[in-house]
């Protein structure tokens, strides 16, 4: 997002009264429609469904400066997901019919708003095709790509991501114990280590080409 429509988002937006939550906190359930936005400003919140087994399936991240949920505040479409922290967060929570008045007077952080829908699309549509034809490996592989390039903390030779296997189960749709295998076997080629925290991409550029090798 460019900086200038950064700002905007942030002065008009940061006015709202400031809420902090700790990790793990419920901010929306499921088939509820909340009278208000949450504007973002420090840490993330993951949008999900729970599975007939009771598991959790990622369908979104949102980080700093976004806001939500949108799908309902734009075109009424019911909510059918929860909203959760992923990390300490802080949002503003703003009236609907205020963000609704702020995007209609700011054509560009509408547009801004409309182009990052896209482009979060393309990712959701790159995930459909490996749940739909991909292995368990190229499934993975994917969603540590996508986890690097949005949330990965970039070192000398190395990108450090903050995602637990149960949370790399949540965003692929495979069971942990797939993915520590998996896991596993990635780390056995070199392509990635795991320390106390986290898990090291050490060969970003071999993932991607393994990926596009298996599609």
Same mark, same amino acid.
């Given at each position: ?17 400031? $809420?902090?939550?700790?990790?793990? *906190? ?9 009278? $208000?936005?949450?504007? @973002?400003?420090? %840490? ?5 469904? @729970?599975?007939? #087994? ?16 949108? +799908?309902? +505040? ?17 949002? $503003? ?32 549509? %790159? #995930? ?5 034809? %991909?292995?368990?490996?190229?499934? =993975?592989?994917?969603? =540590? ?13 190395? @990108? ?23 896991? %596993? ?6 392509? =990635? ?13 071999? =993932?991607? *080409? ?6």
């Amino acid at each position: 997002m460019p900086n200038d429509l950064a700002a905007k988002i942030h002065e008009n937006l940061s006015r709202y009264p400031k $809420h902090s939550y700790p990790k793990g *906190q419920i901010l929306v359930f499921a088939d509820e429609s909340p009278e $208000h936005i949450f504007y @973002i400003t420090e %840490g993330r919140v993951r949008q999900y469904d @729970i599975s007939y #087994r009771g598991d959790e399936i990622v369908v979104n991240t949102y980080k700093p400066p976004a806001f939500f949920p949108m +799908a309902w +505040a734009l075109a009424q479409v019911p909510n059918k997901y929860f909203f959760k922290t992923e990390t300490e967060t802080e949002l $503003h929570i703003v009236p609907l019919a205020d963000a609704q008045a702020f995007l209609a007077d700011n054509p560009n952080v509408t547009l801004d708003l409309l182009t990052r829908v896209y482009r979060g699309m393309e990712g959701v549509l %790159g #995930r459909l095709v490996h749940l739909m034809s %991909g292995t368990a490996r190229s499934r =993975l592989i994917y969603e =540590l790509i996508v986890e690097s390039r949005r949330f990965g903390q970039k070192q000398s030779d190395s @990108i450090a991501l903050e995602a637990s296997e149960t949370d790399l189960a949540a965003r692929s749709g495979l069971s942990r114990e797939t993915v520590s295998r998996e896991i %596993g076997k990635l780390k056995e080629q070199g392509w =990635l280590k795991l320390d106390s925290k986290h898990i090291v991409i050490t060969d970003l550029a071999a =993932l991607e *080409q393994a990926l596009g090798h298996e599609v």
